[in-house]
C-alpha cells in the first residue's frame, strides 16, 4: 500500500456559532462563503469544526453504530434496496475491511423507524433516536454548505429548487482493523457521484484525497470536525467551476473505523443541466443534461475514474 505523500493541506473551517442558525448576512456567513467557494475550487473538499453539532451526539451516533455493525450477518442483510450504495454491504473482494449500509431519508422519523424495526423487531429507541438527531443536523449542515456555494457563484435563486428537489441517503460504514498491521485499503478511490457530502469519522483517521497535482493526502481530522466533499454532479451543475475530489480510506492501526456520511442526491425526476449564466466564452459548456438515474446506472456497468467525462462530457 502506498504511502500518502502529504499529511495535511486542505482547508479546516470554523463554522462559527453553537448553533446552525447562522444569521445569514453577517460578515463570519460572508467569510465562510469566500472560503468555501476556494476550498470548493482548488480542493474539492474541506474540513469544517462544527460545535453547532455536540460531540456528545456524535458519541451517542458511534456508540449505536458499533451495535448495530455488531448483530449478526444474516439480520443486516435483511436490509436491501435496489439502488446501489443504499442496501447493506458486506465486506467483499475488493473491499474486504468495509460494511456499509446506505439509509433512504434517515431524517424522516417514519423512514429511521422502519430501518431500525427491520433490524431490531423488539425496538431500539437509542439507534433510532441518534440516527434521526444525526442524520437531521448533518442533512442541514449539508444545506447551508450548499447554500454557501451557490451564493458565492452568484447562484442564489436556484437554492430552493434544488433543496427542494433533493432526496438524501445516509451512510454508515465500518472499516475493521487491516490484518497483519500492514496499511490496506479501506476503501477504493472514487468521487462521489452526488451533489454533495458530509462525513463524520470516528476517532480513527484513515481518509485521503488527492490533490490537483497528483499527490495523496493523508487527513487528520480534529474531534469535532466534518469533512464536505464535492460530488460529481455540483461538478457538473458548476460547468466544472468546482472539483470534484478523488478521495480513498487507508487503513492502519489497531482500532475500527466507524464513519457516517450524509449524501445529498437529486430527486429521480431532476435533470442535471448547467445554468446559462455559468457558460460563457471563458467558460464553454462542458457538460450536457443528463439525470443522476441514468448516470448511476451508466457507473455501474462501466466503473472507471472519470465516469462523469466520459458519460456526460462535451467534446469540443
Ligand atoms: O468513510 C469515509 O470516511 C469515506 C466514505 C466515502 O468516501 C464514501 O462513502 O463515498
Ligand atoms: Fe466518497
Same mark, same amino acid.
Given at each position: 500500500m502506498g504511502e500518502a505523500d502529504h499529511i495535511q493541506e486542505i482547508p479546516f473551517l470554523e463554522f462559527p456559532g %453553537? %448553533?446552525?442558525?447562522?444569521?445569514? @448576512? /453577517?460578515e463570519e456567513w460572508k467569510g465562510l462563503r469566500s472560503k468555501v467557494r476556494e476550498a470548493c475550487e482548488t480542493y474539492g473538499c474541506f474540513g469544517l469544526v462544527c460545535d453547532a453539532i455536540p460531540a456528545k451526539l456524535r458519541q451517542e451516533m458511534f456508540m449505536v453504530m458499533k451495535t448495530l455493525f455488531d448483530l449478526p450477518e444474516e439480520t443486516k442483510k435483511k436490509? /436491501? /434496496?435496489?439502488?446501489?450504495?443504499?442496501s447493506y454491504q458486506g465486506k467483499c473482494p475488493?473491499?474486504?475491511?468495509l460494511e456499509s449500509f446506505g439509509i433512504d431519508d434517515a431524517p424522516q422519523p417514519q423512514a429511521a423507524q422502519a430501518f431500525t424495526n427491520l433490524l431490531w423487531p423488539e425496538g431500539n429507541p437509542a439507534f433510532c433516536g441518534a440516527l434521526i438527531s444525526m442524520a437531521t443536523k448533518m442533512l442541514e449542515l449539508n444545506f447551508i454548505v450548499l447554500k454557501l456555494i451557490l451564493e458565492s457563484l452568484g447562484m442564489e435563486k436556484y437554492y430552493n429548487s434544488q433543496k427542494e428537489n433533493s432526496a438524501s441517503v445516509f451512510r454508515l460504514m465500518k472499516y475493521t482493523v487491516p490484518p497483519s498491521n500492514d496499511s490496506a485499503i479501506g476503501l477504493v478511490t472514487h468521487t462521489d457521484k452526488n451533489i454533495l457530502t458530509i462525513l463524520c469519522q470516528n476517532e480513527v483517521q484513515g481518509l485521503e484525497v488527492l490533490s490537483k497535482e497528483g499527490n495523496w493526502i493523508r487527513l487528520n481530522f480534529c474531534k469535532d470536525s466534518f469533512i464536505v466533499i464535492i460530488g460529481d454532479l455540483l461538478k457538473a451543475w458548476t460547468n466544472g467551476r468546482l472539483h470534484a475530489v478523488r478521495h480513498r480510506v487507508v487503513m492502519n492501526g489497531d482500532k475500527d473505523r466507524y464513519s457516517c456520511g450524509m449524501f445529498v442526491l437529486p430527486g429521480d425526476t431532476v435533470t442535471i443541466e448547467v445554468p446559462e @449564466?455559468?457558460? %460563457?466564452n471563458d467558460h464553454p459548456l462542458r457538460y450536457r443534461p443528463f439525470t443522476y438515474s441514468d448516470y448511476m446506472s451508466f457507473f455501474t456497468s462501466n466503473?472507471? %475514474?472519470d465516469a462523469l467525462e466520459v458519460y456526460a462530457g462535451v467534446r469540443s
Open positions: %453553537d %448553533d446552525l442558525d447562522l444569521e445569514q @448576512e /453577517s436490509h /436491501s /434496496s435496489t439502488k446501489p450504495y443504499h475488493i473491499v474486504p475491511l @449564466e455559468l457558460v %460563457d466503473i472507471c %475514474d
